[in-house]
């Protein structure tokens, strides 16, 4: 059975509507339904790209812009031309079902979650001084007040083990119950890789398969994703998702210049993943819909590769980085809104990357969601890299998950990474 | 002849009856003494004796045979001397021989196979040695409980089988208690969860690693010492398994 819940006219022309209506200058009313919307009608062709695009992502129609490039730019063959695709399954990827939708077959859940986030907690000042700031750089710019950093006898691993065991035990799982690792790191350098590492130190089954996983702070939801579609395929049953980033080992003050490297914390986090009927006593967070994509135009803002002399070359542009960021989040969580008919004012949290505090809450502030409900994790850790959106997944996840799926809302995560990366995902 | 006393520490399974290895004092340290019996290879039941107990022995050296160099000749059991608890003895295999690393085992390289490891026996240079681990993980398979184990050089040592007498008496006991099929799987369940997490799990603990003897060529590892020592009220949480 699928657990896939079909597009129908009324779904559709909302999500017609809706993508249309974010294009609209403010105080602009809807086209009748045979306007023209870009000839006679209110949008620009940027804007009409955008509002295909819109609509691309809410349907899963990934060629609707072409069908529509010899057709009238109304509302009326917009529909029409939707239903026509709907109608040819192999090209349409329907959004995961409601949460009213009791039969959910094939989905699955977050049954276990944690995080460690490195021992050391040192104070914004002490990171100004370290790194050569002007006091008040990143205590009052960036809104951090301390950061995590590994004690002496700490390092990724150890930090990835503690989440992993935590997260095993919430879940009342044992190790040898796991047949996937899923591990992500933007800091791991060297072989054998962490999840290698992490599968012979959890003394996993030698039948445990072990991914390794890119795309720095989009790397945990890349990591969920991939445990989500290997559980729905049947290749795995129990999957371990672990994230962990020590940058404090790497972005030291002789290597990077301190507005970047005083920016960052040492955190770790796990997450058990298998399908929702094998989950025990509690309603268990599901996994819904993902979105993932990548916008090259910011590509040069954020560089880093290792030079010669052991030093890292780096290229920051911090302004048009923290723009493209809070643009781009804000973006994925209107998508998955549009995608999954869940609403931002319904959420029980945001777990979100936060490049810095000041950005989540300029980010929180254009979105309209509430402060309180993003957990905040830059604030007293500093950028965890792909552990940020992991560590916060843990506390919305601690917060939340114990009242029943009727009292409680769905959790949005968003994440975006250099390149730039961008990826979220709504959990019922 | 002199009379040695020797604090009991190891009682393992070696056919058709247990191999036993002591500590003896020796420098404000100790050294392990393995004491054969007075007649054959191995020493047979019933033995009375358990770990802990300070045993007086009449010794002899055996034949240098590497590795196994702690090999004495004894007369047998002499007298009972008196009793530690598994604290004291653990405190005094602490100031035995011991190693953090598979290369400080038994001075030489260790050898990892898929399932156990082993050593070229005449390249070792002992065959019993005590190491704390990170992380242990017990598992009944193909009729024997092994066990897979994280230094705390945070080296692994997979699938070494456990002869530790305690242990296999253990687990014995808990066959017996599981009634019904699939006993292998359910013990393996009761040692996964439960028992793992309530009692193996965020500690480190104290093993003793000892080598069979060479064949021909070849000593393999195995489990001799498991600290903590089971104990019968473990075996409640296995009928509580059961139960739910």
Request: hydrophobic residues 40%; charged residues 25%; aromatic residues 6%.
């Amino acid at each position: 059975m699928s657990y896939r819940q079909p597009l129908d006219q009324q779904r559709l022309r909302k999500i017609i509507e809706q993508c249309v209506r974010r294009e609209l200058q403010p105080g602009v009313d809807l086209p009748g339904p045979d306007e023209d919307l870009v000839d006679d009608g209110p949008l620009d062709s940027m804007a009409w790209v955008s509002a295909v695009r819109g609509i691309e992502v809410a349907t899963g129609c990934r060629d609707f812009g072409d069908r529509m490039s010899d057709q009238p730019r109304c509302f009326r063959t917009m529909l029409a031309v939707l239903l026509a695709a709907v109608e040819q399954p192999d090209n349409i990827v329907a959004p995961s079902p409601a949460p009213e939708m009791k039969q959910t077959e094939g989905v699955s859940c977050i049954a276990g979650w944690a995080s460690a986030v490195g021992s050391r907690i040192v104070d914004a000042s002490d990171v100004e001084k370290e790194f050569g700031l002007p006091p008040g750089k990143i205590k009052s710019s960036a809104g951090i007040k301390t950061v995590t950093r590994l004690a002496k006898d700490e390092d990724e691993i150890s930090l990835c083990l503690k989440s992993c065991e935590a997260a095993l035990a919430k879940a009342g799982s044992d190790i040898g119950d796991v047949d996937c690792l899923i591990a992500t790191s933007e800091t791991f350098i060297g072989f054998p890789s962490l999840g290698a590492v992490l599968h012979a130190r959890l003394l996993a089954d030698e039948s445990c398969k072990v991914f390794d996983v890119g795309g720095a702070c989009v790397g945990l939801l890349n990591g969920l994703f991939i445990a989500r579609c290997l559980l729905e395929s049947g290749q795995a049953r129990l999957v371990l998702v672990a994230s962990g980033d020590t940058h404090s080992r790497i972005l030291s003050p002789s290597r990077v210049k301190g507005e970047f490297g005083g920016l960052f914390g040492d955190g770790a986090s796990a997450f058990i993943l298998q399908p929702v009927g094998a989950a025990g006593d509690g309603t268990p967070y599901r996994l819904g819909e993902f979105l993932f994509g990548c916008a090259g135009t910011y590509a040069s803002a954020l560089r880093i590769s290792m030079s010669a002399e052991d030093r890292i070359a780096l290229t920051f542009e911090g302004e048009v980085l923290a723009r493209a960021a809070v643009e781009q989040m804000g973006q994925v969580l209107e998508d998955l809104e549009l995608r999954t008919g869940q609403q931002r004012s319904e959420a029980s949290a945001f777990a979100l990357h936060q490049p810095n505090p000041r950005l989540v809450q300029l980010l929180a502030k254009q979105v309209g969601v509430p402060l309180e409900k993003i957990p905040q994790v830059a604030v007293n850790c500093g950028n965890l890299g792909s552990s940020t959106c992991g560590v916060a997944l843990s506390m919305a996840l601690t917060e939340n998950s114990k009242q029943s799926a009727a009292q409680r809302g769905p959790i949005f995560v968003a994440a975006v990474g250099p390149g730039l990366l961008w990826g979220g995902s709504v959990l019922y | 002849m002199a009379m040695t006393e020797l604090i009991l520490s190891e009682i393992t399974r070696m056919d058709p009856g247990y191999c036993v290895i002591g500590l003896e004092p020796s420098e404000g340290k100790y050294r392990s003494i393995r004491p054969g019996p007075p007649f054959g290879h191995a020493w047979l039941d019933p033995f009375p004796y358990k770990r802990g107990d300070k045993l007086l022995f009449q010794l002899t050296p055996s034949p240098m045979t590497r590795p196994h160099v702690e090999d004495h000749r004894s007369t047998g059991v002499l007298e009972k001397k008196g009793q530690l608890s598994e604290a004291e003895l653990l405190s005094c295999l602490q100031k035995a021989e011991s190693a953090r690393c598979l290369r400080d085992l038994f001075g030489c390289q260790v050898r990892l196979k898929r399932r156990g490891a082993f050593v070229v026996g005449k390249l070792a240079r002992r065959s019993i040695c005590g190491t704390e681990a990170q992380k242990v993980r017990l598992k009944w398979e193909a009729r024997e409980l092994r066990a897979s184990i994280v230094l705390s050089s945070c080296e692994t040592l997979p699938d070494l089988p456990v002869v530790d007498r305690s242990w296999l008496l253990f687990v014995g006991a808990a066959f017996d208690a599981i009634k019904g099929a699939n006993q292998g799987q359910r013990l393996n369940r009761y040692l996964a969860r439960r028992f793992q997490k309530g009692i193996l799990d965020g500690r480190n603990h104290f093993l003793r690693i000892g080598l069979t003897r060479p064949v021909p060529n070849v000593c393999w590892l195995m489990v001799d010492t498991l600290f903590p020592f089971p104990r019968k009220s473990w075996l409640n949480e296995l009928h509580d398994e059961q139960a739910i």
